[in-house]
Structures are given as structure tokens and as C-alpha cells.
């Protein structure tokens, strides 16, 4: 992934998010393919990049790349709320399938997704009293890359004597 940056932060978001139509029912081709173009182009207005798509008749997998201003249940908001009213509208015959005017599911599944494993960030979080031992008072590191583990304390011997 890519390090980006907004005007008050610098980031690495990326999400995995999938979600399925009401009653798991298969959706035709058509419509499989309207969506891809559909979620491409709200992804693309939003600013959001969208890093693999793939609609499967029974669900959808999105790898999404997106600000921290946006939520990821924001980002599920906008794209099955505006993806249903477009697909029903492009192709009427959905809403014999789908009563209601409901063409997802209300549950989804979201992830995160980062170049640090869980098991690196734990240990990183664990490690943060032991890496600011020694340093003065109201020192910050700006990045985790900054930031060095203290390893052991080295006690040098004494100057020699002057004569």
C-alpha cells in the first residue's frame, strides 16, 4: 500500500468488504456487471481507490482504499444505498425479485487491512514503556519507523585520571 496524505494526516487505509443481497439470492449477469461500473465510478467520485472488485452472483468483495475521515460503515452506507437505487432503476425486473426495494442485506462484513501484521502492532503496543526509557520529557517519535527499542543500558568506564 501506499502512504498518502490529507491535510491533517498522513495515512495507510484500506478495507476488505463484503456483502450479499437480500436472501443470498443470485444476481444475473447483467447486473453483475453494472455493478462493477457502478461501484467503480461512486468509488472514484468519493475519491476513494478501489484496489480489486469482484461480484459474485451471491456476494461482493471490495478491497477499498479510503481517507480516516471516512468510516468504513459510511463507506458500506454510501455504496449499497447508492448501488440498489441504481440497479433497481437500470434494471426494473429486480424488483420482482427483491420486495421492498430492498436488494441488500443489511449485514456486512468489513476488515482493515495494513502492511503490519496483528502480531507486530501487539508487540509494539506491549513494547511502548520499555522503548521511552531514557528519553527526555515530552519527546515523540513521528512514525513507529523512528522509533527504536532499548536494548541495554552501556556503562562506559570512568575517564582516565588527568595528570
Not at 5 to 24: D, F, G, Q, T
Not at 98 to 103: D, K
Request: charged share 20%; aromatic share 8%; proline share 10%.
Amino acid at each position: 500500500m501506499e502512504v498518502k496524505s490529507a491535510s491533517s494526516a498522513v495515512y495507510e487505509l484500506a478495507y476488505h468488504i463484503v456483502w450479499c443481497p437480500k436472501y443470498r439470492k443470485n444476481l444475473p449477469e447483467p447486473v453483475q456487471r453494472g455493478l462493477k461500473t457502478c461501484i467503480r465510478s461512486i468509488a472514484e467520485a468519493r475519491g476513494w481507490e478501489v484496489k480489486e472488485l469482484e461480484v459474485m452472483p451471491d456476494h461482493i468483495h471490495l478491497f477499498i482504499g479510503a481517507p480516516p475521515s471516512e468510516s468504513p460503515t459510511g463507506i458500506v452506507k454510501v455504496l449499497k444505498g447508492t448501488t440498489g437505487v441504481v440497479m433497481f432503476r437500470e434494471h426494473p425486473h429486480l424488483k420482482l425479485m427483491f420486495r421492498h426495494g430492498h436488494l441488500w442485506s443489511p449485514s456486512y462484513y468489513v476488515g482493515s487491512v495494513g502492511h503490519v501484521s496483528e502480531e507486530t502492532l501487539a508487540r509494539y503496543v506491549r513494547d511502548q514503556k520499555a522503548r521511552t526509557v531514557g528519553r527526555p520529557k515530552g519527546w515523540r517519535a513521528s512514525s513507529p519507523q523512528q522509533v527504536r527499542p532499548v536494548t541495554s543500558r552501556v556503562n562506559f568506564p570512568p575517564p582516565p585520571p588527568s595528570v
